[in-house]
């Protein structure tokens, strides 16, 4: 047995069969803006099927239509006429309007050709010559004036185009080119339905498939949950708009949920490489052929490449019974892809959904596990907290996110909002303000406590310990318990200390649960703590921070007497260092001074008292620089002694 199928998935809104209409029926809607369509016919011998389309919904067209001919039969090419770019065509003819020319620019496109024009006063024919500009008079001014000269029969003739009334190609080539060029810019605006030709060729009657993706709006999900003492109903609707131009009748329902990639290629119209122009003479002289690089393909918005067979959001075709007819029938071979974390609804029974009309389908019906709650988180409200109810989904469904109007012993409590809830898996949902309970938050930060002290290799770590506790004041003011559901922000760096466990963990918050009795005060506390660290590197920490540290009365003796050894000797190094400066302050003013007497004995009689006394003077003072500075290497060399066995002292302790 032969069978074919071809495969290009799915986006034609309203699609229609011109001729034997395939009965729609299965529709499955994503929630990333599509919709697939699936219809199942039978057919006689060889067949055609005309589809009826709009010209903007052919790119999906050509992206995602599945053919599939089940016994035996096989699917000829799928027939179109494409759709030459607008501007492409317009230049192709002989007279180009695709720029929208001016009356001055058309009749230069035809110069040579026969025209005839008629103005206010006559009918003027001939040939067109050229088109000029000239500055004529007008109001005590010039202005300029385009004319076309024209070779009449009596001679040249130039008329104003400003003054041209009508215009008439006399040539019926040309004046065709002109009208199909209007009718080809005429046809751009089009937005009549394209027809598309699925051909199937084959014996006998037989059954064949069609299925497309479709551009649809969002599903959307709706819930009511009804409350009573002891029991809880969860009701799920789903809306669903038929947007398409055909009935939805008796059809198979499937909402998927995720959100599968999908987007736009421009397909339908023509795509033309810009080839580069070679020089006849050139490439006459030169053996081998130019190189030039083509142009990447073009996709709308930078989009990946056009996903396989199922997966544009791994679209649930249901091909499984007919893998033997589609290996056979299939002209080229396409893989399939997982659905991955999709989650679909099944709708059980037949629907009928009539065109451009919405319905609410019901999804779920089915008592669920509930708890009444109420939610307290300081951040939403100060004061009380908020009535709602943890919900855990005990069906086999996923939930969609959607609206929940909850229904509370008998009447309206309030609205919700749902996020997608897995089975198993619990969310509490608030609806309304419970005023029956007051919560009073008090916050205690504590002094930070040192506990641990050590220096290790020429730095001294201290660890200290933070705490800081919350205090909740809660008061139920009704007649009926409560069990309220704390919320408390959460930091990485803060550990809970007490209670030792909160009820779970909800993002960076923690949550915890305390039983409120009717008409009672309780009081609850939230104990954190966290570790910080802090480090001193003893030979380059400022002696303030180092005499701070002695004043902390909980450090061990050990650790007080090896700072205080190192106070001793970094004042002894420091006493060294500012005798050295001193020292050196001697020396710039002994060189300062002995500049001055060396100006002054460049002025003065070398055989005067004075310049004598100025001589003694310098003698005196280079004995005592000598001094100076044999007292700075003293002092330094003490210095560096003292440094180096403070550096050996800190690195060898290990306190």
């Not at 986006?11 to 001729?19: I, L, N, R």
């Not at 051909?199 to 819930?223: C, I, Q, S």
């Not at 909980?554 to 500012?578: C, D, K, M, V, Y």
Request: hydrophobic share 40%; net charge neutral.
């Amino acid at each position: 047995m032969r069978s074919a199928w071809t495969v290009l998935v799915v986006a034609c809104v309203g699609a229609s069969f011109a001729q034997e209409p395939l009965p729609i029926t299965r529709v499955v809607l994503f929630r990333s803006g599509v919709g697939y369509i699936e219809r199942v016919g039978q057919i006689s011998g060889d067949r055609t099927l005309v589809m009826s389309m709009r010209e903007s919904q052919m790119n999906d067209l050509l992206k995602s239509l599945v053919l599939v001919d089940f016994d035996g039969g096989q699917i000829l090419p799928v027939q179109y006429t494409p759709r030459d770019p607008l501007a492409r065509t317009l230049s192709a003819f002989a007279i180009n309007i695709g720029d929208n020319p001016s009356l001055a620019t058309l009749l230069n496109r035809l110069r040579g050709a026969p025209v005839e024009l008629r103005t206010a006063g006559e009918t003027i024919e001939g040939i067109v010559l050229s088109i000029e500009t000239r500055k004529v008079p007008a109001n005590e001014t010039v202005v300029e004036q385009e004319f076309v000269n024209l070779m009449s029969k009596d001679g040249i003739r130039s008329v104003a185009i400003s003054a041209v009334r009508s215009l008439r190609v006399r040539d019926e080539r040309l004046q065709k080119e002109l009208q199909d060029a209007l009718n080809a810019l005429g046809t751009g605006l089009d937005t009549t339905r394209k027809t598309v030709e699925l051909r199937f060729r084959g014996h006998g009657t037989r059954r064949v498939l069609v299925g497309y993706l479709t551009e649809m709006p969002v599903w959307k999900m709706t819930y009511r949950l009804v409350l009573r003492e002891g029991e809880a109903l969860l009701q799920g609707w789903a809306i669903v708009e038929n947007t398409t131009d055909e009935d939805w009748r008796n059809v198979r329902v499937e909402l998927v949920s995720g959100n599968p990639v999908s987007f736009v290629q421009n397909l339908y119209e023509p795509v033309y490489v810009e080839r580069p122009r070679v020089d006849a003479q050139v490439q006459a002289r030169e053996a081998q052929a130019p190189k030039t690089d083509l142009p990447e393909a073009l996709l709308r918005h930078g989009m990946p490449a056009v996903p396989e067979l199922g997966g544009v959001a791994g679209a649930p075709l249901r091909l499984r019974d007919a893998e033997a007819a589609l290996r056979e029938s299939i002209l080229e071979m396409a893989r399939g892809q997982e659905r991955g974390v999709l989650f679909d609804y099944r709708i059980e029974q037949p629907v009928t959904v009539l065109r451009q009309q919405s319905a609410m389908l019901p999804v779920v019906n089915r008592p669920v596990q509930a708890e009444l709650v109420s939610l307290y988180n300081f951040a939403t409200h100060p004061t009380h907290p908020f009535f709602g109810v943890k919900l855990t989904n005990t069906t086999e469904l996923t939930l969609m996110e959607g609206p929940v109007t909850v229904y509370l012993n008998g009447s309206y409590g309030g609205d919700a909002q749902l996020r997608a809830l897995e089975p198993k898996n619990d969310q509490v949902l608030t609806f309304a303000l419970d005023l029956g309970v007051e919560v009073t938050r008090l916050f205690k930060p504590t002094p930070s406590q040192l506990v641990l002290a050590r220096i290790v290799k020429g730095v001294l770590e201290q660890q200290f310990r933070l705490q800081r506790e919350h205090v909740y004041q809660l008061r139920n003011r009704d007649s009926k318990a409560r069990v309220v559901l704390i919320e408390q922000p959460r930091e990485d760096d803060w550990q809970l200390v007490e209670p030792q466990n909160a009820e779970t963990l909800i993002g960076n918050h923690y949550r915890f649960r305390v039983e409120l009795a009717p008409l009672q005060e309780q009081t609850f506390r939230v104990v954190e703590q966290k570790v910080e660290r802090r480090t001193y590197a003893l030979l380059k920490a400022e002696k303030s921070e180092l005499m701070l540290l002695l004043e902390n009365y909980s450090l061990s003796e050990a650790l007080r007497q090896a700072l205080t050894t190192i106070l001793e000797r970094r004042r002894e190094i420091g006493n060294l260092s500012a005798a050295i400066q001193a020292h050196e302050a001697k020396i710039k003013a002994i060189s300062d001074d002995q500049a001055r007497i060396r100006e002054n004995m460049k002025v003065i009689d070398r055989n005067s008292a004075l310049y004598r006394e100025y001589m003694q003077k310098l003698a005196q003072q280079e004995r005592e620089l000598e001094q100076t500075r044999a007292d700075i290497q003293r002092l330094s060399d003490q210095k560096a002694r003292l440094q180096r066995e403070l550096e050996e002292y800190i690195a060898q302790l290990d306190v």
